[in-house]
């Protein structure tokens, strides 16, 4: 059997090549990862929301809250977890002043904040100014390294049940429908 001829001095060239390019740049510049996690949200099943943030802002391990980016139409953040591969990249870390950070705060709009559970249940939370998101491992900054950073997501993943809830409900209102045409006679 004979083996094709390769020519490694010939380039193919499709969509992603660009998007390779591209992160080819950014492997000389350091560029931090973090990932952050609500414990309280985590707890309660959360494994999704929408946010209409205000203002971020870092906060150091004394307390102090530190500006970062500041989002005068709000921004909606489509907030996922590490399972879906999605990630938001911070340019503007390298302004924080040198210390180690603790949390990110997320200052919220007043509407359309909505957080969706494992389950697919979906709730409105308007109520809140802000949210903190706990750095895992916490991160230490030696100013202007690093250039920029990726923040991941920790949610709980959905329930693979829940494609099933509108069957099951449907299961529910029929055994109780015949249950009582049962009980009337």
Known sequence: MKRANFHPYIWA???ITSYVLANLEEDEREIKELILKNTRHYN????????NVTKLTAIDSSGIEHFILDFPNQ???NIKGIG???FYKLKKISSLPSNTYTHFRFYLGS???TFHFKDGAVENKNACNYLDFEIENKVTLNGGN???AKIWFDMVPYEFKRHF???TEWLHRF???KSSIQNAY
């Open 44 to 51: 309660l099943g959360v494994s999704e929301m929408h946010l």
């Open 175 to 177: 055994k109780n429908l």
């Open 146 to 148: 690093p250039s920029e």
């Open 84 to 86: 879906y591969g999605h």
């Open 111 to 113: 509407t359309g904040n």
């Open 13 to 15: 060239f499709s969509p």
């Open 165 to 167: 809830k509108w069957f």
């Open 75 to 77: 921004m909606t953040l």
